[in-house]
């Protein structure tokens, strides 16, 4: 059976997205998640964790999206640093950045490489 375009629209319009997580991990075996989309306050969430803040709101990060805190590191929205610019294409490009630099910080041995996949990684 064929839905309508409007019955198709109506059921999307009902389905409620999935809450963004944030994971923290304080090692290798150790993690924690919690939810931050949508929070009145980040700081709460952050500040015993010892992050640094920027304007109560956002998470300081350097170039490698690496926080104040060993083995924390943070992308998207949440994120500050010089020159931020806060598009959804910078926030993809964060995430493949903290990833990479997570991974390489988890598995010292592992390579740095947040490339395309037609990049050839040596």
Known sequence: MRRSPA???AARSRRRPSRPRAKVSTSSNASASSPLSGSPRI???????????HDNRHLVVDSAMRTN?????????????????RLIAVGFGEVATAVNNAAVHLDPDAMLFPGHSTDNPH
Do not use: N, Q, R
């Open 7 to 9: 019955s198709t629209a």
């Open 43 to 53: 700081s709460d969430h952050c500040a015993s964790g010892g992050l640094e803040l």
């Open 69 to 85: 805190v060993p083995g924390v590191f943070s992308a998207g929205d949440i994120t500050d640093y010089d020159g931020k610019v």
